[in-house]
């Protein structure tokens, strides 16, 4: 959640920019948001949290993604990344504007199939699901005249790319979604006996649509509400996060792996760390918890 953005000197431009926006209410259950960025400086070097799967458009592809397992994949023009377990260090050389959105988990699973569970802490170049037509949409959102022509363009390319699939049911997501926001430590005992099902047909089912199985799963959403509370200068009781982590030392290791910053740097958030938490966060209400608050 924080490396090293800083701004040139003596330029005018915010170096970071970054807007969040909900989704069309028909797609609430399959995108967890919108976003726009734009970054005015040579060189970008940050670390992004664990998150759930992205799809982004860049104006200008120089960079490259660096997964927690090391493992590199250089920015496409459209780039996939499916849902990560740990910080990824993102790259980006020249200024460049990025168009974004998350993927909820049904989304997720409609859009990639039988292939969702093999792209944790992997990125693919979109146009090879796509083709052309990805370079077209592109196109159109460089070339759009605003925010709001984006947004028109964003949502309605996410309905054309989840009819190429059968839909995902939602029930499953929806139960999980409610175990892990009903505890800062949810027992996967308890998600086996919200679904009905058997331990192995739940980790299973968990790690095709989220990416992980359960237990680490949870760990990933409570370091990541801690990450992004003490960014946004709360307390872990504000976050009702208090006893959530067995010590200090516990703490400092989980948001370290799925956050990239420790509570102290945390403290002093870079401009992509305010812009991303707060701007998030700002969403409360319209989106799920598990998405503003993370």
Known sequence: MTQ????PPGDGEPPFELQYFAPDPDLAEMVSS???????IPHFDEYERADRPQFRVMSNPDGEYIFAD???VPASRATIIGPTSGRVRAIARGTTRLYGFGMMPAGWATLMGDDADKLTDRAIDATALFGDWMVEVADALDKASGTEERLVIGNNFVRE???KNEPAPVWFTRTVDEWLASHASPQVSDLVEATGMSIRSVERMTKHFY???PRMLARKYRAVRAAAALARG???DDAML????YDQSHLIREIKRFAGATPGQLSHPTLYTKATTRGRK??????SPLVSDT
């Open 4 to 7: 090293n953005t800083t701004p």
């Open 34 to 40: 919108f976003y726009v960025a734009r970054i005015n």
């Open 70 to 72: 090391g493992h590199v």
């Open 161 to 163: 790319i989840l009819k």
């Open 211 to 213: 990416g992980l199985p």
């Open 234 to 236: 709360e307390t872990l």
């Open 242 to 245: 208090a006893d959530a982590f």
């Open 282 to 287: 700002q969403l409360a209400g319209r989106v």
